[in-house]
């Protein structure tokens, strides 16, 4: 069982930087691909980006590449995901997750955290 706790959500003008951070809980994270997904009013969840389990290898997609970078910290139990040049159309609840599979699908996914909410304003 693992636990995910995201923080660092919030409203930032467009143009902006937030720092989105997911502690999870266990021994195990190491064992995990991380990823982050979102979802917007009125949408589906998508996904964003994921990490291979060394931190090694990562994956994103189209909408943020380029602009967003997350990155893993086994020693803290940690993902992060930094979003850079942000725009009105990133504002959603992103999610944290947990998976054994590559997590660019929501069906790979184990665990989710609670969610986020950014708000980028125009």
């Known amino acids: 069982q693992v636990q995910l706790v995201e923080s660092g959500g919030g409203l930032v003008q467009a143009g902006g930087s937030l720092r989105l951070s997911c502690a999870a809980s266990g021994r195990t994270f190491s064992s995990y691909r991380m990823g982050w997904f979102r979802q917007a009013p009125g949408k589906e969840r998508e996904f964003v980006a994921h990490?291979?389990?060394?931190?090694?290898?990562?994956y994103y997609a189209d909408s943020v590449k380029g602009r967003f970078t997350i990155s893993r910290d086994n020693a803290k139990n940690t993902v992060y995901l930094q979003m850079n040049s942000l725009k009105p159309e990133d504002t959603a609840v992103y999610y944290c997750?947990?998976?054994?599979?590559?997590?660019?699908?929501?069906?790979?996914?184990?665990?989710w955290g609670q969610g986020t909410q950014v708000t980028v304003s125009s």
């Open positions: 997750a947990a998976g054994r599979s590559p997590l660019n699908t929501i069906a790979s996914v184990d665990y």
């Open positions: 990490i291979s389990r060394s931190g090694g290898w990562t």
